[in-house]
């Protein structure tokens, strides 16, 4: 073997040690990416969301003494507003303040429609997945705090109760400032007003965007 071919040897595995080593270089690199997460990674943000939808097949149960009565509520427009704060990866804790206007089901025209305002925490459990073109979160969140039950005549007074529900939903990440949510599940208001217990139950379905700070 000639010392020319000897050469081109080394010079091969000289070469291949230095593309291999450059190789663990950057795989060190992208660990450490996705341990440490960049500063200001959109899911680790502090963010405030807004949404709004419909409420729908629900229902109004009062009872008292024994006797119950049962109608059905027409849908609701509702609005509501979301601080989220997340605790890692996982979970997320903050609060919520919202707003739906019910009617009975086939209310006359003209008839006055009753008004919750909600106000509570929320706790929130999450996936993230990461996409190529977004990072997308799955998550399941509980509100729970006060209903307030808002006078919309006169000579009714302001009572409260509770406000309780079940939002499963998904967030896509389209930067690490904004992002775009769909959710869906059901709320829960109670109220015990002169020893008459009353709620309302309804399915919810929620469109909302997030900005993370």
Not at 13 to 33: H, P
Not at 102 to 127: C, E, F, H, I
Request: hydrophobic share 45%.
């Amino acid at each position: 073997m000639t010392r020319m071919t000897l050469s081109r040897m080394f010079a091969v595995v000289a070469a291949i040690v230095t593309f291999a080593t450059s190789l663990g270089d950057v795989r060190a690199q992208q660990v450490e990416y996705v341990e440490q997460r960049p500063p200001g990674y959109g899911p680790d943000r502090v963010r405030g969301t807004v949404y709004f939808g419909p409420h729908f097949a629900g229902r109004a149960q009062q009872s008292l003494g024994g006797t119950s009565f049962t109608q059905d509520l027409a849908p609701a427009p509702s609005l509501g507003a979301r601080l989220e704060i997340p605790l890692g990866p996982f979970f997320v804790f903050g609060g919520f303040v919202d707003f739906v206007s019910l009617q009975a089901s086939g209310a006359p025209s003209g008839t006055d429609r009753l008004a919750l305002l909600g106000v509570g925490g929320w706790l929130k459990g999450r996936v993230i997945i990461d996409l190529d073109w977004s990072l997308l979160e799955f998550y399941v969140g509980v509100p729970i705090g006060l209903s307030v039950y808002v006078p919309t005549t006169d000579g009714t007074e302001a009572e409260l109760g509770l406000a309780t529900g079940v939002l499963g939903g998904a967030q896509a990440h389209l930067s690490d400032s904004i992002a775009l949510f769909l959710e869906a599940g059901f709320r829960l208001d109670y109220f015990n007003i002169d020893d008459a217990k009353t709620t309302y139950l309804q399915a919810a379905v929620h469109a909302g965007v997030s900005f993370g700070f």
